[in-house]
């Protein structure tokens, strides 16, 4: 028995002496510790860096922007790099002072960022000094072409019509439907497609969610992260989807002979931006420049948009996408006239801003919930 | 060996069916070429190939194990001296209270403990500037998550024991410190493996408490693999899976040898 004791506090040494071994072992002034979603920056694009700089990059992932604003907002998250979602995220985070502000001389690629989304970026209360938009898609329509045409035979899906209209989502019903899961990937088309051009309160909320209260029983599924899977395996046949999701999906179903096809509505698209930026308290302050520089390098631009479907916001890097991502203008689109009626959703900064976003998700659980009567509370 | 009745055989059919069909999903379509997980095209090793090649897999399962190995030890000590400790209090509602207390966190959901933890660290952080979130911090939250599995499982092999082994050891003059590591660390030796096994598990399974705590470069293999829904689950995933299974089944055959080995002598 005694030897058996031995042997286990001898393991257990060891295991925390290679542990204090192996952290000791890293050069702690050549990292860059980024914090970011996983599949968007591919890896070569990473061992291109850490061979060209000799800066090793620590690459965390997170799965959903509420966990890193509880990391970034706690001060000292430890991160250099981190990859926001802008509305509503990234804008109250900055209003918040979550983030460092640039040393422009250390981004000199910083002029490859240009062109529409960034003006809609600067006009919703972004502001270059501190965040760069560097990722951007749409959000759309997904589906299943041979369902959805079994279901709604002839039917020309351009406008969101086919989602918000009962007696249309009762025959896709039996194929399965999905919506999204947060009120922020619903609400800015649901305004569009009202006509509504003024900002959305909260009275215009509870409205549209009596509006959509009919077709809730054929809503199957509330999901945004799923959407690839469900479409491929069959278990819905539309959604609500951003670009490059629906790149993917394409992508996928054509290795097992199925259709998709990805649309934005005319009028009702919304544009969606995921930014860049350095955290307060950031420790590796200059290496985080570093890597920021590199990515927005045209022809990385261009390796990180051919991998994850992503688009990048640098327009020199357009002309190297792949050939699938440019020949689809619904995935890519590069008209002046479609990218500037794409809305942005809208930011909720001050204390009335908040309070609406903190109504409006209620309502939206709710609304999930089949709560339709308690809609208005809150 | 005594045959089975038909009713009895149909029983174990059904109920290793329930386990190791869904595994055995796993393991099928890992050897798919499709990029659809569940969907079989033909046979393809190119999904080990993507595992090998793609460091983050490797890396976070590491670390995983890594977390998982001092945890599920952390546990193991503190629950093996709660356990000594409150068997040996006297007074009825005292040792009942303290056992209650050790309970408690097994009925707390862990998104409770993940995020109680979260704020905990960070005022301990601005205050005395310790600990940094990374591994260190998740290995406290799952240490909290499992100890009262260890707890549970010491205590109740204590009761089991005769106290007078020790009470004896007393009356020869042991001190306290000798009587713990002679009598009663060899005595908690077993529950207190099979405690950290169990422990172990916890740590690789936990997803929730992990996300709340981790901080740079420490990334865990649920999260890694929870991050991947984003962009559509593909069958390294599944490939992943095999692996670790194959790992595991190994481990537990090579086990079971050891063990008829013994018997046999």
Redesign the interface.
């Known amino acids: ?2 030897k ?2 031995k042997i286990f506090a001898l393991l ?1 040494v060891g ?2 002496f290679i ?1 204090y071994w192996n952290k000791n072992n890293k050069d702690p002034e050549n990292v860059v ?1 980024v ?1 970011g ?4 920056i591919p ?1 070569h694009v990473i061992d291109e860096f850490e061979k060209t700089t000799g800066i090793e990059v ?6 959903n922007n509420d ?1 890193l604003e ?2 970034l907002l ?1 001060a ?4 250099d790099v981190v990859f926001p979602s802008f509305i509503p995220y990234a804008v109250k985070q900055l209003a918040m002072g979550a983030y460092c502000a640039f040393d422009l001389k250390l981004l000199p690629n910083l002029k490859n960022v240009c062109g529409i989304v960034t003006e809609k970026f600067e006009l919703n209360g972004g502001n270059l000094n501190y965040l760069i938009p560097l990722f951007w898609g749409t959000v759309g329509i997904v589906y299943e072409k041979s369902a959805v045409e079994q279901a709604l035979p002839g039917e020309k899906i351009d406008s969101y019509e086919v989602l918000f209209n009962p007696s249309k989502l009762k025959k896709l019903f039996q194929f399965g439907v999905s919506f999204p899961e947060e009120y922020v990937d619903i609400f800015p088309q649901l305004n569009a497609y009202m006509g509504n051009k003024s900002k959305m309160s909260i009275s215009d909320v509870i409205k549209y969610c009596q509006f959509l209260s009919r077709v809730r029983p054929y809503i199957t599924k509330f999901s945004s ?2 959407v ?2 469900d479409l ?2 069959g278990n819905v046949c539309i959604a609500i989807g951003t670009s490059d ?1 629906s790149w ?2 394409i992508r ?1 179903a054509r ?2 002979g199925k259709e998709i096809v990805y649309v934005v509505p005319r009028g009702a698209g919304v544009l969606w931006v995921d930014c860049v930026g350095i955290p307060l308290g950031s420790p590796n302050f200059e290496n985080a420049h570093k890597f920021i520089n590199f990515l927005l390098r045209p022809e990385i631009a261009a390796e990180i948009t051919n991998h ?1 479907g992503v688009l990048i916001n640098v327009p020199e890097a357009t002309e190297l996408f792949r050939e699938d991502i440019t020949s689809n203008d619904q995935v890519c689109p590069t008209d002046p006239g479609v990218l500037s009626d794409l809305h942005l959703g809208q930011a909720s900064i001050n204390a009335e801003g908040l309070e609406f976003e903190r109504k409006a998700t209620k309502a939206w659980s709710r609304y999930k919930m089949k709560a339709f009567n308690e809609v208005e509370g809150g | 060996m005594k045959k089975l009745s038909k009713l009895l055989f149909t029983f174990l059919v059904f109920g290793y069916a329930f386990l190791y069909i869904p595994l055995v999903f796993i393991v099928v379509s890992a050897f798919s070429d499709s990029e659809i997980p569940g969907i079989w095209t033909h046979f393809s090793l190119k999904w080990f190939k993507i595992v090998f090649e793609d460091k983050s897999f490797l890396k976070s399962a590491l670390s995983s194990i890594e977390i998982a190995i001092l945890s599920a030890s952390g546990s193991v000590l503190l629950g093996m001296m709660a356990a000594s400790a409150t068997s040996s209090v006297e007074n009825y509602m005292f040792r009942n209270s303290l056992r209650k207390l050790v309970i408690i966190p097994l009925v707390l959901p862990e998104i409770v403990i993940g995020f109680s933890l979260l704020l905990l660290f960070i005022a301990m952080e601005k205050m005395f500037g310790f600990p940094k979130r990374g591994m260190l911090t998740v290995m406290i939250g799952h240490v909290m998550l499992s100890i009262t599995y260890v707890y549970r499982n010491i205590k109740s092999y204590i009761i089991s024991v005769d106290r007078s082994i020790s009470d004896a050891a007393q009356d020869l003059g042991a001190r306290s410190i000798p009587i713990f590591l002679h009598i009663k660390v060899p005595i908690f030796l077993k529950p207190a493996v099979s405690g950290w096994l169990l422990a172990f598990t916890l740590s690789l399974d936990d997803l929730v408490v992990a996300s709340f705590l981790t901080g740079p470069g420490s990334t865990t293999l649920p999260l890694l693999i929870f991050s991947n829904i984003k962009i559509g689950i593909t069958p390294a995933i599944n490939a992943f899976a095999t692996l670790f299974m194959g790992l595991v089944a190994v481990c537990v055959i090579c086990g079971f040898f050891k063990s008829r080995k013994r018997r046999d002598r």
């Open positions: 028995m005694d058996k004791i257990l295991c925390i542990t510790y914090y979603w996983y599949g968007i890896r620590v690459y965390d992932i997170y799965d966990t509880a990391k706690t000292n998250s430890g991160y992260t799923t690839i899977a491929l395996s999701n993917r999906a996928r290795t097992i994850s």
